[in-house]
């Protein structure tokens, strides 16, 4: 098995950085079934966020379940993110969720996120204040044109699970599956090149000039465009996931203990003032202590700060983090921002760690969306991931397993 990307890059000394702002819901059916959770030793999040409005005030929204106290003091006048009938309406879009098998979400009828949340009679002020920073740190997008069915099943996931950190970060997933494969199995860091097919299976001509021979099949598991780069002629035979998608930064903060009162929650930080990313300056549309969801992320006396920026700036300007300038300058930006946040003296000793710059984090789950293609593309060709099922942790399992079942099915093992 051949993993085409490049080699991470080293971890800051002491400080666990996943590769972009990570949330691990413990409801996602693949998951249950693929992975040994005892073992991941997951850390929960508070249920429920602190909403940073245009006044600068902060307002909190919580699980009536799991929070029932702070629920119901969301419904006093004095909490400016939408008004009780907004909070019913959570409700009633929850039970609806769980009215939908779950993966019934993946053929059913559909329509934007955005008119879904109209049709259900959410508040203008509960949609931009919470319902586009929350969204849009899932799905990158928020003018919220996702289908909506992908809503229902976030929703789903959310109303039956509890959201968490695995205590050695998000790749300890990876690295529960790969434990299972027989030693000398992986291969790190050889990029494929071009595949060509065989007789029977293929050849992999990998960018280091070497060639690697796939008797049965080859398992094409890698972001869309890279996909359609590797299988063009096959992969234009089905519905082409090749498309834009969306992308995201994630700025990492050192900060020495002790922090801010507020920071030392466990719980996700959004930015619900709704005119504050329309091109003014303003960038981060989310944020999170990671070392207060799990101590593991960070090392003693530190505190781990997550910051994601919905979508990228654009190349060759100021803020461009793939150069050198570009990366420095968009921290400082970020930065200053949080200073509004949480307080100019709170974030002083604040040192940054790194950014992760994903132009393709997601592909594009807009209406009409696709959410489950086929894994065989030919003969000796299957591919996997979430170009092939809905774009989620859980649907990169799933796709894989598919995957894996049409191998083996293949080889008459099944």
Not at 311 to 329: F, I, K, M, N
Request: glycine share 10%; aromatic share 6%.
């Amino acid at each position: 098995m051949l993993a085409p990307c490049a080699q991470p890059l080293t971890q800051p000394q002491g400080f666990l950085l996943d590769r972009g702002f990570q949330i691990f819901l413990t409801s996602y059916p693949e998951a249950q079934r693929s992975l040994d959770y005892p073992s991941l030793a997951l850390q929960p999040f508070y249920a429920g966020a602190l909403v940073r409005l245009a006044d600068a005030s902060w307002h909190r929204v919580a699980d009536p379940v799991r929070h029932p106290l702070d629920a119901l003091l969301t419904l006093l006048p004095a909490n400016g993110v939408g008004d009780v009938l907004d909070k019913l309406r959570v409700g009633l879009l929850r039970l609806l969720s769980l009215a939908t098998p779950p993966y019934g979400f993946l053929t059913a009828p559909e329509v934007p996120a955005a008119a879904r949340l109209a049709q259900l009679g959410f508040s203008a002020a509960m949609v931009d204040r919470f319902w586009r920073p929350f969204l849009g740190g899932i799905f990158f997008d928020r003018q919220l044109r996702t289908t909506d069915r992908l809503l229902t099943f976030v929703m789903r996931c959310l109303a039956t699970g509890s959201n968490c950190l695995p205590a050695a970060g998000i790749g300890a997933v990876a690295q529960q599956l790969a434990g299972a494969l027989p030693e000398g199995t992986l291969r790190l860091g050889a990029r494929v090149q071009a595949l060509q097919p065989a007789a029977s299976g293929a050849t992999l001509q990998l960018a280091s000039g070497a060639a690697v021979t796939a008797r049965h099949a080859v398992v094409l598991a890698v972001e869309g465009p890279e996909a359609y780069r590797l299988a063009p002629a096959e992969l234009g035979a089905a519905p082409s996931a090749a498309g834009e998608g969306v992308g995201t930064a994630c700025v990492y903060f050192a900060a020495p203990l002790p922090v801010a009162p507020a920071l030392r929650e466990p719980i996700l930080f959004l930015n619900g003032d709704a005119e504050s990313l329309d091109g003014r300056g303003r960038l981060v549309n989310n944020a999170c202590v990671p070392s207060a969801v799990a101590p593991s992320y960070a090392p003693p006396g530190t505190a781990l700060i997550s910051a994601s920026v919905v979508g990228l700036p654009r190349p060759g300007s100021a803020l461009d983090p793939s150069t050198p300038a570009g990366d420095a300058a968009l921290a400082a930006a970020v930065l200053e921002e949080l200073g509004g946040w949480f307080g100019r003296d709170a974030t002083a000793g604040w040192r940054h760690l790194r950014t992760y710059a994903i132009p393709y984090a997601q592909p594009p789950q807009g209406v009409p969306s696709v959410l489950e293609r086929p894994a065989r593309l030919a003969p000796w060709l299957v591919a996997c991931g979430d170009h092939r099922e809905a774009a989620t942790l859980d649907g990169a399992l799933r796709s894989g397993r598919r995957a894996a079942e049409e191998v083996l099915a293949q080889l008459g093992r099944k």
